[in-house]
């Protein structure tokens, strides 16, 4: 009873020169392409949008009287009067509403004088 017949099952046994079995990633080998992705995302998402966030707070701080603004519904007008958190801007003659300074989203260029 102690042979080996040949209906036994016999432990698998690596054939000479057969590739060992490949080994599983460690937690740092997960690491590093992680990192490069939220760097890309950083430099080509977060850090532009920035920037474009602090030009548009520093042209809302330098708006004065007189400067002709977009709201950000698309309402246009022409600033009478600039206070620390709002302004006060004519949209028709005679017509004068008080705005939040961050609804502005951008000046309107002066039109150049017709020849």
């Known amino acids: 009873m102690n042979e080996t017949t040949s209906t036994e099952i016999q432990p698998a046994t690596p054939a000479e020169g057969a590739a060992a079995p490949a080994q599983q990633p460690g937690g740092m080998g997960m690491l590093v392409p992680m990192l490069l992705i939220l760097a890309i995302f950083y430099f080509m998402m977060i850090r532009p949008q920035q920037r474009k966030e602090k030009e548009r707070r520093k042209m809302i ?20 009067e600039a206070a620390e958190k709002t302004f006060k801007v004519e949209i028709a003659p005679g017509t004068v509403i008080e705005i939040a300074r961050e609804s502005v989203s951008g000046v309107v260029p002066e039109a150049a004088p017709a020849k």
């Open 61 to 80: 701080d330098n708006l004065r009287a007189g400067a002709k603004v977009v709201f950000a519904g698309g309402l246009m007008g022409t600033i009478t």
